[in-house]
Nanobody
């Protein structure tokens, strides 16, 4: 059974920080590049960052220098440290493998709200 359990979201003021976690099924985590995605209201889901099996990382231009993705292979967990958050980054954040396919399970995600 596929599991993608994201947590760590919440309400934060602009300029604040959050650390997201996502526990994934070992069947997905152990063989895939893992990524964080987000979907803001009325917008399409976008990729925020990803990390390969060997620890290579890549970030969307909009988050470079502020977000850091990491993974704990022993725990099948991927993390996203988010600093200097902006109101426009309010969204539901999801983790999943890369690439994704139509019909893939996404889990419930975790809500991040950046507001004063």
């Amino acid at each position: 059974q596929v599991q993608l359990v994201a947590s760590g979201g919440g309400l934060v003021q602009p300029g604040g920080s959050l650390r997201l976690s996502c526990a994934a099924s070992r069947s997905i985590f152990s063989v895939n590049t893992m990524g964080w995605y987000r979907q803001a209201p009325g917008k399409q889901r976008e990729m925020v960052a990803y990390i390969t099996l060997t620890g290579g990382t890549n970030y969307a231009d909009s988050v470079k220098g502020r977000f850091t993705i990491s993974r704990d292979n022993a725990k099948s967990t991927v993390y996203l440290q988010m600093n200097t958050l902006k109101p426009e980054e309010t969204a539901i954040y999801y983790c999943n493998k890369l690439p994704t396919n139509w019909g893939d399970y996404w889990g419930q995600g975790t809500q991040v709200t950046v507001s004063s």
